[in-house]
């Protein structure tokens, strides 16, 4: 795949700095979102409540989807790892508020930790793309022109 092939965003995480990885990748048609957490910046949301840090890693995860002019009703498989089974209940909870619609494929996982102890949740997201690829096309020189200054030449 060339490099126009592969897009990549970054959240500013120190996390993606410091391992070198993207928070979101997008490949063809397919959106990877990395493992995701209620981090904002340095500050962990949600310390010691399992629904709140889900609700708010679903929501930073959307915001790196969105990145890619895609929302919750592209996403097609969820993954939570979260450190405590006695918060599946909780955690899908929050699941159920961002996908009920949708109704993604999903795995919930127990794990024995993450790089932060205060972490109870983290999350990742595979979304799907149908737009036609020329809609894309046009998004993404929309988007390089409004970085840039300039504007599109209007199509026949």
Known sequence: MTSEAVRRVQSGSSWEESFGFARAVAAGDRVLVAGTTSFKGPVLYGEGDPYEQARVAFSNALEALGEFGLGPESVIRTRMYLTHARDVEEVGRAHRE????????????????FVDPRLLVEVELEAFDTRPEEDEAAIWAAAAAALDGTEEPEQS
Do not use: A, L, N, Q
Not at 103 to 108: A, E
């Open 98 to 113: 961002f996908f009920e619609s949708v109704r993604p494929v999903t795995t919930m996982v127990v794990v024995s930790g």
